[in-house]
């Protein structure tokens, strides 16, 4: 395989020493962000962002067999003001009147601060409605780096936000959904540098917010964390902190978080487990009778391979759980594949249904590394701008492929989605690196399907 193109993003310690490297992979575009956690004799850190673009694919792939074309009644481009390597799309979120698309690396508050654009519904049309900028901008805080939303609150991520001597700790902003007002900034209880606090937001219900830190240490180094904070009066407190003990250094649990009802999915992509180190997991938790979210069951891949990305990208909703694993052989090398569990009932467990892999089995890598679900259709990201579109005649039925799209904007062709967000009769995509540039400068776009 052949790597084109290779920039390093420095945010360093003037003195390093002796360092000790532990490195991460998280996708990004058809390439790769390595993170470098470097721990030097003083305990100074330097996080290094590998991004690799153009990343080569086996040569045994072959021309891809025509497929149905996708059923969208319109596809629409949503406007931006964003610049070279703003990474605009790589966090989305839609309801039927809102949009909302993150670039963490805007820099029109300060360099790299980020931003939050908002869209509004027109009906023919989406416009933007703001772009919101950190109400206090410090360089490389990257905020927009994760949103999430409900009626009430919107949640933005700023995940390298620093504070005082403490770097990359991150915070994580609440916005009124309708002034977009910023109401609270919440940080975690006990912050650390590098932690990435908020690099995963989830809404568990109106007042309750789930925080993803899938660089913190509770279990060794970058074995990541949830915090759980609830809503009490005009403050909010951070109720516990989610970090089961099968974690170990290099998990990153919490890099994606899922929730339905009771539920919660917590992604680990990294994680080892008797399927092969690095294979990744799923953990799943239920809200008891008390209000508290325990841990009732661990989901692993099916197959004995290393590095399936399984649990790096999540939907949920109702009964029903879709896991990517991004990596996963199949076809051909790392073609990816993506599992569709459904919650049982009887045994109160969730249980594998379904396995659905790229309908174009010859083209390599990345199926799965976007997933969405809306009632009755899921969509699924891959490379060359594609997001594939299936559908189940009832919940105790099988996906069935339908759908295909595949954008002819010569921008999209080396390039896949980040994120797909589902809502009503759209979903909206996050592509954040235009290939033919080598730039990740970023776009995003809403399919509207047919009913």
């Known amino acids: 395989m052949s790597i084109d193109t290779v920039a390093l993003l420095w945010q360093a310690a003037p003195h390093l020493g002796k360092i000790r490297l532990a490195m991460k992979m998280r996708t990004f575009s058809d390439g790769f962000i390595v993170r470098c956690r470097c721990l030097g004799v003083a305990g100074l850190e330097i996080l290094v962002l590998v991004l690799c673009l153009g990343f080569g694919y086996p040569a045994q792939a072959t021309e891809a067999p025509v497929l149905p074309s996708l059923k969208v009644r319109a596809t629409t481009d949503l406007p931006s003001t964003a610049q070279q390597q703003d990474v605009f799309g790589i966090s989305t979120w839609t309801d ?15 360099y790299r601060a980020g931003a939050l654009y908002v869209y509004q519904n027109q009906g023919q049309s989406w416009e933007i409605a703001k772009k919101i900028l950190p109400p206090t901008p410090s360089a490389r805080s990257m905020f927009g780096s994760a949103v999430d939303a409900n009626a009430t609150y919107i949640a933005v991520g700023a995940a390298a936000e620093s504070s005082g001597k403490l770097y990359n700790t991150g915070a994580v ?19 650390k540098s590098g932690d990435f606090f908020g690099n995963a937001v989830r809404w568990l219900d109106e007042r309750t917010l789930a925080i993803g830190s899938h660089l913190s240490d509770v279990r ?9 904070f609830q809503k009490e009066g005009v403050s909010w407190q951070e109720a516990y902190v989610l970090a089961p ?14 929730s339905s009802g009771d539920f919660l999915a917590v992604g680990a992509y990294a994680q080892d487990s008797k399927t092969g180190p690095g294979s990744g997991a799923v953990f799943v938790f239920k809200k008891n009778a008390k209000g508290l979210w325990t841990e009732t069951q661990v989901l692993r891949p099916d197959v004995n391979k290393v590095f399936t990305e399984f649990g790096g990208s999540l939907a949920m909703q109702g009964k029903a759980l879709i896991v ?3 990596y996963e052989d199949v076809s051909v090398k790392q073609t990816g594949t993506v599992y569709s569990f459904v919650y049982d009932e009887p045994t109160k467990a969730w249980v594998l249904r379904q396995k659905l892999n790229n309908p174009e089995s010859s083209w390599p890598g990345r199926f799965g590394g976007a997933v969405a679900l809306n009632n009755n259709r899921l969509f699924i990201g891959a490379p060359f701008g ?27 062709q080396n390039m896949f989605p980040q994120t797909l967000w589902a809502s009503g009769d759209h979903v909206l995509v996050g592509v954040p690196v235009r290939q033919s540039a080598n730039i990740p400068t970023g776009a995003a776009h809403i399919l509207t399907w047919e009913p």
């Open 96 to 110: 039927a009147t809102q949009a909302m698309v993150g670039a963490p690396w805007d820099s029109d508050a300060a």
């Open 386 to 412: 594609v997001v594939y579109g299936y559908h189940q005649e009832r919940f105790d039925t099988d996906w069935v492929f339908g759908e295909k799209f595949s954008s002819t904007d010569p921008d999209y």
């Open 324 to 326: 990517g694993a991004a």
């Open 220 to 228: 060794g180094i970058d074995s990541g964390s949830v915090s759980v």
């Open 245 to 258: 003990k099968a974690l170990h250094a290099g998990s990153l649990f919490g890099n994606v978080l899922a």
């Open 173 to 191: 902003y609440i916005l009124d959904r309708n002034t977009w007002a910023v109401l609270a900034k919440i940080t975690a209880e006990k912050p």
